[in-house]
């Protein structure tokens, strides 16, 4: 049986900056949209942050029905910049062909999509760039795909510098009302309800050396990206519950049963992987309450009263006696030690709700 917690996929944020620039066009509000489904806009601030596989389906969906545009997604893909992709997309600007743009695609999709499927093969005189199969997800919506296959012919251009178009574009999604606008976007010859989605390009038209190719920034920006991709990647049950700890919270101390509960697992499922892992539910909860802690009270603006109580104790003695417990310190001589310091940048960011060690 599979494991719902290894399901839970995620888009990269910085992938909605174009999606709103094409509301705007649409002449929809973006900011309201977003938040309509459950988006917080301000936190496409931040470079890393990453949404739910299924709210950014619902958003896309939401995006068709409000502009009524069939074709959003393919609009969304035309407002692409090199540096919604982070790494990849500078690495793909720098590469030595247009064809090792689309290996590096492959290689590090799941930057963009923890979903991603993408596979890339050579057929006679052909290179094929499939997607895959379609996600059996909630809130799937064609709009998705129409984004994805029009960001890799967009980002083909960019690495070019010039005009270049697939031989051939195949789409699972059914025909739209009006074809014509994907054969227009795409400047190639567009299938529909066909078995696979893929765009098929001449091998020897993406072969031709570019003059923007630079081995060394690739390289650099491959590294970049791999190591980003390694760190997300990993997957521990132990971060999950540290997640769910930090969400509970300000709401009181949560207990294993509805962490477990909240992870779609049972107590004694969740209790055995912790224990594989080398760690428990209460050591998990006393490890990221003392490091909120500790964040909380370097920052100046928060009180010692308020930190007790995003940190789910109900009094504030009960805190203080916690902490001292746990560091040999009262929390008001810590606060005041650390106002001694000089505060770092990482501090300043992250002494906020919600945010814990990564």
């Known amino acids: 049986m599979i ?28 900011l309201q ?7 917080d806009a301000a936190s496409m601030a931040n470079p890393d942050w990453r949404v739910p596989q299924e709210q950014f389906n619902l958003l896309m969906r939401r995006c068709v029905e409000e502009s ?25 600007l720098a590469s030595d062909t247009v064809y090792d743009g689309l290996r590096r695609l492959v290689r590090f999709g799941q930057l963009v999509s923890t979903a991603s499927d993408i596979s890339l093969r050579d057929e006679g ?3 094929i760039v499939d997607l ?3 996600p059996n997800a909630a809130n799937f919506h064609y709009a998705n ?3 994805v296959v029009g960001m890799v012919a967009r980002m083909c251009n960019l690495a070019l510098g010039d005009f270049i178009a697939p031989v051939s574009v195949e789409l699972e999604r059914p025909a739209p009302g009006a074809p014509e606008r994907w054969d227009s976007a795409l400047s190639s010859r567009v299938s529909f309800a066909c078995e696979h989605s893929r765009l098929n390009w001449y091998r020897t038209d993406i072969l031709e050396p570019l003059v923007t190719g630079d081995p060394a920034l690739a390289r650099a920006n491959d590294e970049q990206t791999q190591a980003y991709l390694d760190s997300f990647m990993m997957h521990s049950i132990s971060r999950e519950v540290v997640d769910k700890i930090v969400q509970y919270l300000p709401d009181g101390l949560p207990s294993q049963q509805q962490i477990a509960t909240s992870l779609n697992v049972s107590n004694r499922t969740l209790q055995r992987k912790l224990k594989e892992e080398g760690s ?13 802690a500790q964040k909380y009270l370097a920052y100046p603006n928060r009180s010692v009263v308020e930190t007790a109580y995003l940190l789910g104790f109900s009094e504030p003695s009960a805190f203080s006696r916690a902490f001292k417990r ?7 001589d810590f606060r005041e030690a650390a106002r001694q310091r000089p505060a770092s940048a990482s501090e300043d960011k992250t002494a906020v709700q919600g945010d814990y060690p990564k």
């Open 125 to 127: 005189e052909l290179t």
């Open 280 to 292: 428990s539910f209460m050591a998990l909860l006393q490890d990221t309450r003392l490091q909120l």
């Open 68 to 92: 009524g545009d069939e074709a959003f997604g393919l609009l969304a893909a035309q407002q692409i910049r090199p540096q919604v992709l982070h790494g990849l997309g500078l690495a793909w």
């Open 33 to 39: 949209l977003l938040e309509d489904v459950g988006i």
């Open 3 to 30: 494991d719902n917690m290894h399901l839970q996929h995620s888009v990269l944020g910085t992938f909605l900056l174009p999606v709103a620039q094409a509301l705007r066009l649409a002449g929809v509000d973006p």
């Open 145 to 147: 795909r129409d984004y």
């Open 132 to 134: 895959g199969r379609l």
């Open 326 to 332: 746990w560091t040999g310190i009262a929390p008001a």
